[in-house]
C-alpha cells in the first residue's frame, strides 16, 4: 500500500504456491490503526494505490483508490482468488466504518 509518499510505504510477500489448497481466495484489507482515538479516515489519504509484482517485482497488477472515504477507517482495496486453479486479482475498493475487528466479523 502507498499513499502520499513517493515509493511503495508497505508491502506483504505472499508465495501463493505455499498456500494451503483448500484456500480459495485473499482478501487484500487495509485499516488504520486505532483510527478513531487519532480520528482518522481514508478521506485523510491521497494516492493510495495497492500493486501486485510477481517475485522478479514485475507489476502485475496496479489498483489505484480513486473513492473519496470521507468516513471511512477500514477498505478492502481487492482480493487474490482462485479460479480453475490459477490465482487472478480482482479491485474491490469496499470501505467501512470500523477497524480490523470489525471486518473480520462479516465473516464469522
Known sequence: LTGDGDGDDESI????????????EICIVVTIHDAEARKQNFGQVR???VR????NGTELV???LEEDFSIETAVEFGRI???NNEWKFEAVG?????????YLNKYN
Open 62 to 64: 496496479k489498483y489505484e
Open 81 to 83: 482468488y482462485k479460479r
Open 52 to 55: 501486485i509484482v510477481d517475485a
Open 94 to 102: 469496499v470501505g467501512q466504518r470500523g477497524g480490523l475487528q470489525e
Open 13 to 24: 510477500n505472499v508465495d501463493l504456491s505455499k498456500v494451503d489448497p483448500r484456500v480459495s
Open 47 to 49: 494516492n493510495s494505490f
